[in-house]
């Protein structure tokens, strides 16, 4: 290299850092202060990445992020809705389980009061349609279309017409019902008879308390060939359901959704046939990033599908170091 050559690459390295200690001191979010609901439990395989893609958004640029975890429990996220409100912070992102018309009002009440709210992980249309020029965006997978995609994959792993399949899912939940109905849609029209099974609250909360009820629903059913979920804490038990109930891989083609721990071992062993990646990064990311666009540059509410596809067994292994690092 030329002395030239080397003085100039010395000059594009200083200003580079340069460049980069300015826009560390001069973090854009600085001073705000954000309400975010997590979803699941602190860490859990549905929640680790969301939480990892929202304190690095806020980390960089300068947000004063405040979790919240309700266990998936609708009536929870509203009611940490109406404490976050009374905070009043810049910003408030909220999960769509509750619905638009649970929410609706006390929606309308925070944006009144100059409060930017945003939406992730499940649509409510309805507040992105009549609030979306004040900030009100969503970061998420489309449902319909995201349970749509899991079945295509069971149903590529060798199902058939008349074969009996089971989608375990909370189909009463508003909008996020979509995903078991997009998921149970789509087996019904490739032929399969699908029976819609209704997840509890409580098995909602702590998954755990579905393997029994899905253990003994595979012993009364042995013709049974596809299991369908869209809900990451019951994928993750799939395969101790399925080795409860006597199963070995392959036995049942299983298609669920999220990458946790659990998942990721039934991927390996051939216990889970294909899972809904979500890209949860991105659904604690772009809500940070929506707040500070809406409150510094008053930009409207994004809408943003992060439904990329979905992870089998031939594809886990490249992602198992992404998934351990809490970002995939």
Aim: hydrophobic share 40%.
């Amino acid at each position: 290299m030329t002395l030239n050559k080397k003085l100039l690459a010395g000059v594009a390295a200083v200003a580079m850092i340069t460049s980069a200690g300015t826009a560390y001191a001069d973090k854009i979010g600085d001073g705000l202060v954000m309400y975010m609901q997590m979803g699941g439990n602190p860490g859990d395989g549905a929640t680790l990445a969301r939480q990892t893609g929202a304190a690095q958004a806020a980390d960089a640029f300068g947000i004063d992020l405040k979790e919240q975890f309700s266990a998936w429990a609708p009536e929870t996220m509203i009611n940490q809705f109406k404490e976050a409100v009374a905070a009043k912070p810049d910003c408030i992102q909220i999960m769509g389980h509750p619905g638009s018309t649970a929410f609706y009002d006390l929606v309308e009440d925070a944006v009144n009061q100059d409060i930017v709210v945003t939406i992730g992980n499940s649509p409510m249309t309805e507040l992105q349609t009549d609030f979306g020029t004040t900030g009100t965006g969503y970061a998420g997978v489309n449902l319909y279309e995201g349970g749509k995609l899991t079945a295509e994959h069971m149903i590529a792993q060798g199902l058939q017409a008349g074969d009996k399949a089971m989608v375990y899912g909370v189909f009463s939940q508003a909008e996020r019902g979509q995903s078991e109905k997009g998921l149970a849609d789509t087996l019904e029209g490739a032929g399969l008879n699908v029976d819609r099974l209704e997840i509890t609250q409580e098995a909602n909360s702590d998954s755990s308390l579905a393997v029994p009820i899905l253990t003994a629903y595979i012993q009364a059913n042995p013709d049974l060939k596809a299991i369908g979920t869209q809900h990451g804490g019951i994928t993750s038990v799939l395969a101790d359901v399925l080795q409860k109930a006597g199963k070995q891989p392959g036995d049942i083609i299983v298609g669920g959704i999220d990458l946790a721990p659990a998942t990721i071992d039934g991927l390996k062993s051939g216990y889970v046939s294909a899972t809904l990646d979500q890209l949860l990064y991105l659904q604690g990311f772009m809500p940070v990033f929506q707040c500070v666009m809406t409150t510094k540059y008053k930009m409207p509410g994004l809408s943003i599908n992060t439904g990329a596809g979905t992870v089998t067994p031939d594809t886990i292994n490249d992602l198992v170091e992404l998934i351990d690092a809490g970002i995939r």
